[in-house]
T-cell receptor, first 113, second 112 residues
């Protein structure tokens, strides 16, 4: 199993540009989520999904969109990038919510200039 | 919503020293508790978790954590650290819902 994969690993955007961060998992997990990691703030939940076709907002959803058309894929879209979105983004998946261990991808380091 | 506090931002220890990293959370109900570790250049991986039963849980690589409900704490311990334990450690809390909250992280540097 590849586990959780993310592309790209690095990305530089200009303010106002849009892009999609890709996330895929091959463990047949129902639950997937996106976090951003900023120095001194730990990981903050952006959006999550409890299954194909079902998404919801986390702690910091503004400026981001998600969709879940398949169990495997959970892309994160930045519609109009802002410097405040400079961060490291992690995708994670698990069998379910609550007590289940989350498996994390390698991360995408995004810089918005 | 629940929140998580990690008291130490950066801890520096010599090899063989004992380690205790603090974690407190704010939520009055039943919680699931986790410690994750992020080694340099790698992604987060689970060290250990607690969701019921014995409040002293053991994880990988000799780590353990104790859940003290009355103190809302879930401190991580290791009796003797190694250089390879250099990493960032994150405490996380889930209140049985879809919302996982992470602490700010503690960076551990172990000097050989």
């Amino acid at each position: 199993n590849a586990g959780v994969t993310q592309t790209p690993k690095f990305q530089v955007l200009k303010t106002g540009q849009s892009m999609t961060l890709q996330c895929a998992q091959d463990m047949n997990h129902e639950y997937m989520s996106w976090y951003r990691q900023d120095p001194g703030m730990g990981l903050r939940l952006i959006h999550y999904s409890v299954g194909a076709g079902i998404t919801d907002q986390g702690e910091v959803p503004n400026g981001y969109n998600v969709s879940r058309s398949t169990t495997e894929d959970f892309p994160l879209r930045l519609l109009s990038a802002a410097p405040s979105q400079t961060s490291v983004y992690f995708c994670a998946s698990s069998f379910g919510r609550g007590s289940y261990e989350q498996y994390f991808g390698p991360g995408t380091r995004l810089t918005v200039t | 919503a629940q929140s998580v506090s990690q008291h130490n931002h950066h801890v520096i220890l010599s090899e063989a020293a004992s380690l205790e990293l603090g974690c407190n959370y704010s939520y009055g109900g039943t919680v699931n508790l986790f410690w994750y570790v992020q080694y340099p250049g790698q992604h987060l991986q689970l060290l250990l978790k607690y969701f019921s039963g014995d409040p002293l849980v053991k994880g990988i690589k000799g780590f353990e954590a104790e859940f003290i409900k009355s103190k809302f704490s879930f401190n991580l311990r290791k009796p003797s650290v190694q250089w390879s334990d250099t990493a960032e450690y994150f405490c996380a809390v889930n209140a049985g819902n879809n919302d996982m909250r992470f602490g700010a992280g503690t960076r551990l540097t172990v000097k050989p």
